[in-house]
Nanobody
Framework: QVQLVESGGGSVQAGGSLRLSCAAS????????MGWFRQAPGKEREFVAG????????RYADSVKGRFTISRDNAENTVHMQMNSLKPDDTTVFYC?????????????????WGQGTQVTVSS
């Protein structure tokens, strides 16, 4: 079992920044791929960013490339996502997720464990 707890969400104005964090417990962080997803009410869960076990490979949704940066600290069992140049369209709940698949995936079904989510609100 892996427990994931997100933090760092909040309210900012357009153009501002937030840093989301995900603390993992229950298993060694380096055993799993990590991802960030987001889901707006009435919409499907959407891949935002993912990172490999050793942190060397990252992947981003086109909508956040150049604005968001995912990173991980396996010694601290944490994953972070720095979000810059935030837009009102980024307003939604963000989720941290852990996957045991061999390769980084953008599909929610590939992720076995999920956090409770953290709200990000960007005002214009």
């Amino acid at each position: 079992q892996v427990q994931l707890v997100e933090s760092g969400g909040g309210s900012v104005q357009a153009g501002g920044s937030l840093r989301l964090s995900c603390a993992a417990s229950g298993r060694t962080a380096s055993n799993y791929l990590m991802g960030w997803f987001r889901q707006a009410p009435g919409k499907e869960r959407e891949f935002v960013a993912g990172i490999s076990r050793d942190g060397q490979i990252t992947r981003y949704a086109d909508s956040v490339k150049g604005r968001f940066t995912i990173s991980r600290d396996n010694a601290e069992n944490t994953v972070h996502m720095q979000m810059n140049s935030l837009k009102p369209d980024d307003t939604t709940v963000f989720y941290c997720a852990a996957s045991f698949t061999p390769q980084l995936s953008t599909r929610p079904e590939a992720y076995a464990y999920w956090g409770q989510g953290t709200q990000v609100t960007v005002s214009s």
